[in-house]
């Protein structure tokens, strides 16, 4: 009967603990090599998020789609956070920013034919047609120039092709990026090049919903995760793996 009674209260302690471990809804668009459904974990960037998650006592699940689907559906509440947004002032209404957790170079992409190599303002490239990706940031002097030809694409496999094909002259996007989605859709990403100088260099963040409970809390957990991988070493481990050091 005490083995009986014992077993009880273990059952009744332990079991709470267990269920109400949270699942976060992880979302974000295919932006190979940083995160993509078809990258080993969903690549490194999705990696980092997803272990800095477990490391914070929460497990994870992530769905991939379109980029304004995706900051839709955590700004809905539907999903919880979106992996590896740059940071707007905008978007602070709706979403709680993680500390950064990767930064990444953004730039004008042009192919090889393009007539320039680079410019010294936006007005000088503003009879250019320019894509970028549907619900984007680019950076803050980017977004705040009203470009007259500027061409929204709901992915970058279709703003690549249309580049390559001349549909528009620059893409707005990391070229590594840009040059990964060229090679998956069969075009020849050699001629990808940045226009120079660069745009940006960007931090990535995880934003976290404000229409969901315990969304502070959810930040500081994540961040608390991810200074704890980073202390421990094992976030350059990761790094490591997926060939980014």
């Given amino acids: 009967?005490?083995?009986?009674?014992?077993?009880i209260s273990v059952i009744t302690?332990?079991?709470p603990l267990i269920v109400s471990a949270q699942t976060v809804k992880l979302t974000t668009?295919?932006?190979?090599?940083?995160y993509a459904e078809s990258l080993n974990n969903g690549g490194f960037i999705t990696a980092i998020v997803e272990e800095a998650l477990s490391e914070a006592g929460y497990d994870s699940t992530v769905e991939f789609t379109g980029w304004q689907t995706a900051l839709d559906t955590v700004k809905s509440g539907s999903k919880d956070a979106l992996i590896g947004a740059y940071y707007t002032e905008e978007r602070t209404k709706d979403y709680y920013y993680s500390i950064p957790i990767y930064t990444v170079l953004v730039g004008l992409i042009k192919t090889s034919d393009f007539p320039l190599k680079n410019y010294n303002s936006f007005n000088a490239i503003n009879e250019y047609k320019i894509g970028k990706i549907e619900g984007s940031s680019i950076g803050a002097s980017f977004d705040a120039f009203d470009f007259s030809q500027l061409h929204e694409f709901d992915s970058v496999s279709s703003a690549v092709k249309?580049?390559?094909?001349?549909?528009?002259?620059?893409?707005?996007?990391?070229?590594a990026v840009a040059k990964d989605a060229a090679q998956s859709s069969g075009l020849d990403g050699s001629q990808l090049q940045i226009l120079l100088p660069p745009l940006e260099e960007n931090n990535l963040y995880l934003l976290i919903s404000k229409s969901i409970p315990n969304a502070e809390e959810l930040r500081d957990a994540f961040n608390k995760g991810?200074?704890?991988?980073?202390?421990?070493?094992r976030f350059n481990e990761i790094l490591a793996e997926y060939n980014q050091q």
């Fill in 1 to 7: 009967m005490k083995s009986l009674k014992l077993l």
């Fill in 13 to 15: 302690i332990v079991f």
């Fill in 29 to 34: 668009m295919n932006w190979s090599p940083f």
């Fill in 226 to 233: 991810l200074f704890a991988i980073q202390a421990s070493g």
């Fill in 162 to 175: 249309a580049l390559t094909m001349g549909e528009i002259d620059l893409y707005a996007d990391n070229l």
